[in-house]
């Protein structure tokens, strides 16, 4: 049997929290792609930190059997996709590589996707990781719904 690498996804917050608390969508493909361990997932200890607050801050309005539910749908995904960590970058790398993007919060983030180099950064905010950042970078950077419809051109 030929062993071939898994796709490795960095996922920005939006995309972790969506497929958390979503219901369905291309969020929550994502997240069930990871789970299976067919896609890697490559998960920012910024990013995780930041969910895990925003996932508190949504549970706190939820009746408490859902909420418990929330916090376990999490737990359980982190179990099964098994996610390769990335550490805080250091505080003068911060703030040294402020010109890559123009959000500050963001820097933390773009700096553990470009330490990773994983096959795709996987986001929402268009605003902030635009196609300048994606050149600046060098990261392969799309919307949920851009890596499905690569993917899906593979099949055809």
């Known amino acids: 049997m030929i062993s071939q690498r898994r796709i490795r996804l960095f996922l920005d917050s939006n995309v972790l929290t969506g497929g958390i608390v979503s219901p369905w969508g291309l ?3 994502t997240l069930s792609l990871c789970a299976a361990r067919v896609c890697r997932l490559v998960l920012a200890e910024v990013v995780r930190d930041e969910v895990e607050e925003n996932l508190l801050l949504h549970a706190e309005r939820l009746p408490s059997l859902d909420a418990d539910q ?4 999490y737990r ?3 179990k099964l996709a098994n996610p390769e960590l990335v550490p805080y970058p ?10 890559l993007i ?3 919060a963001d820097v933390p983030v773009l700096l553990s996707a470009v ?9 929402h905010n268009a605003k ?3 196609r300048t950042v994606a050149q600046r970078t060098s ?6 719904a851009e890596f499905f419809r690569t993917l899906s051109a593979l099949f055809r």
Not at 90 to 99: A, E, K, P, T, Y
Not at 139 to 144: D, N, Q, S, Y
């Open 139 to 144: 990261l392969r950077i799309a919307t949920p």
């Open 115 to 123: 330490a990773s180099k994983p096959d795709w950064l996987l986001t």
């Open 27 to 29: 969020d929550k493909a």
């Open 128 to 130: 902030h990781f635009t």
């Open 70 to 73: 929330l916090i376990e749908d």
């Open 76 to 78: 359980r995904l982190i």
């Open 90 to 99: 250091g505080d003068d790398l911060v703030r040294s590589s402020q010109h």
């Open 102 to 104: 123009r959000h500050a």
